[in-house]
DNA sequence: GAGTAGTCAGACAGGTCTGTCTTTTTGCCC
DNA sequence: GGGCAAAAAGACAGACCTGTCTGACTACTC
């Protein structure tokens, strides 16, 4: 029932032709230097794209083996296990999009309350990227036993950064309830990133957008 | 990597002595006249157990054999593939899901205002089940290849009769903008059902429920 | 009681899974 | 060029996957 073997495109990607992408441009593939990509980090994103867009349990090593153009027992010899890889991968893919979240929050001359404002716009940039299919750890979490914490602790520490850099935002926007506010959003967010992995319309930022425009208006006195 | 083979608890669920449970009561496991269920209602109630705590992927054929006290031929005769039973599964949980839970809104005298204000309290009844792991519509596509179209059209239907009787509150409840305001009642639904498997916090669902109440206020003169 | 439809039990086929191991190739330093 | 470490290629083990098939048991109808 659909599992993945082998690279659904017979051709192997070419990592060190591909460049970096949208929108958090999964970069990391390259040396930093530009240099050929080690091993490790052909694993690391092969496996990123092939987990993203299959699910975790679906794709088997060897589809990131083939898809990474290396050898399985490099894989294992780097990371040990299948488990191993997936943890590294999703501690890889979170910081680098935690990295371009909130990089694009933050840059630039702004107000918190204008920084909180962007956080749909630059949420549908996302979701108007190819390789956009949801969040990885809602995926991973969605996918393996809720009963078993670990897959759900990698998870909150991921949102945990995310809330608390909207915490501090909230809280310097003069926020009665910093707190109350950015977990307000944060379920603006993870709405909006579920109903646009499955209406596949990046316009579901748009709506939450105005949602969150109408908290900032009634829990932060600065925003009008 | 934590395949679930055999029932992980070594016995096997007597369907016939389980009652029907919280809170959209899974009961059409035994016949509508209190019978001992048939073997397709015992795989159906099995499968969704399984694939709802452990994932779609996760789960082989043989434990939900095992778990419905059945034989793998009947499965295959009553389903035909493994596909089928998935949908089949999807299918007989949403509309339960969905018959509780409108249902809920519904019953009893009430204002539009009021039932949609039932919204977020009912769910965190669900979210408190022990048998709640996230939405399995929404747990499907996580897990499913997100450029296949087939289950993201199954999870549109669920999503688009839930919110269709939103919207038809919000009209009644004279809503300038209806179907906006629903779906950003969606988008808060979504938002909540994740936070509460990842979090295993039902109280995300209070929190959704200001949220709900500020957007009635300011998109519905009828919520003063 | 004989026949029949539904079910159960389990062997089986062919393929895939994770993980290990051996052998060959490659790239690099001296 | 010689030596060496890293990586590639792929065979292999043992378990599990989906799906098929045969044979036995049960409950109901005539």
Redesign the pocket.
């Known amino acids: ?1 659909a ?3 082998k690279t659904s495109s017979g051709t192997l990607v070419e990592p060190t032709v591909c460049p970096p992408r949208n929108p958090h441009g999964r970069a990391f593939a390259e040396g930093a230097d530009g240099a050929e990509p ?3 980090d ?1 694993i690391i994103a092969a496996a990123t794209r092939l987990f993203c867009q299959y699910g975790i349990t679906a ?5 990131v083996v083939a898809e990474a ?6 894989l ?3 990371f ?4 191993r890889l997936v943890e590294a991968v999703l501690e890889k893919e979170g910081a680098a999009w935690r990295d371009w979240f909130i990089g694009e929050l933050l840059k630039g001359e702004a107000t918190p309350v204008a920084r909180l404002r962007r956080v749909f716009p630059v949420l549908r940039e996302w979701f108007n990227d190819d390789a956009f299919f949801g969040c990885p750890f809602i995926n991973a979490v969605a996918e393996t036993d809720k009963r078993d914490d670990r897959m759900r602790q990698i998870a909150l520490h991921h949102k945990k950064v995310v809330l608390d850099t909207l915490i501090d935002l909230a809280g310097q926007a003069g926020a009665r309830d910093a707190h109350g506010l950015a977990h307000q959003l944060g379920l603006l967010i993870d709405g909006a990133i579920v109903a646009a992995m499955i209406t596949k319309d990046s316009n579901v930022a748009l709506l939450a957008g105005q949602s969150a425009d109408m908290l900032l208006r009634n829990l932060c006195a600065e925003a009008a």
Chains 1, 2 share one sequence.
Do not use: C
């Open positions: 029932m599992r993945v073997t080690k091993a490790r052909r794709v088997g090593v060897d589809a153009a290396t050898a399985k027992a490099t294992y010899k780097t040990g296990s299948k488990e």
